[in-house]
């Protein structure tokens, strides 16, 4: 028969319940750092593996008592300076990026073709005189 001791070396190598204690036990260090907290939460199962906040409570009784009606974050339109901008959602009214509406310029180097550059002519001053009641 096999020695104890050293079938358990030979198992204990990649075994996560028998980790040394060399450099203090890793694997609850890593298992609480990632949030993924076994205990039963405050609620039970609803909060395993999350970090608790009161935010989702106050959030909630601030609607309920209409105190949240000044609440900026609920509109998507952004005004900052002399552009415009909208707060593009995702799934959450706290969840947003901030994007402009529109560009700041409308500048382009190529010809839109409203007239052709290369036959270009001299523009002609017109007095108001000049223009024929046909015009007007």
């Not at 994007?99 to 190529?110: D, G, L």
């Given at each position: 028969m096999e020695d104890v001791e050293t079938s358990y070396a030979a198992l204990a190598r990649d075994s996560l319940k028998a980790a040394s204690m060399e450099h203090g036990l890793q694997t609850t260090a890593v298992y609480w750092e990632g949030q993924m907290n076994s205990f039963r939460g405050v609620f039970g199962q609803a909060t395993y593996g999350q970090k608790w906040t009161w935010k989702l409570v106050d959030d909630r009784i601030r609607s309920q008592w209409g105190l949240d009606h000044c609440d900026v974050a609920k509109e998507p339109f952004v005004f900052y300076g002399d552009r415009?901008?909208?707060r593009k959602y995702y799934g959450d009214k706290d969840i947003y990026e901030i994007?402009?509406?529109?560009?700041?310029?409308?500048?382009?180097?190529?010809?839109?073709?409203?007239?052709?550059?290369?036959?270009?002519?001299?523009?002609?001053?017109v007095r108001f005189g000049q223009v024929g009641p046909e015009k007007l």
């Open positions: 415009g901008y909208f994007e402009p509406t529109k560009k700041r310029f409308n500048f382009s180097f190529f010809p839109t073709g409203t007239t052709d550059p290369f036959n270009r002519r001299a523009v002609a001053f």
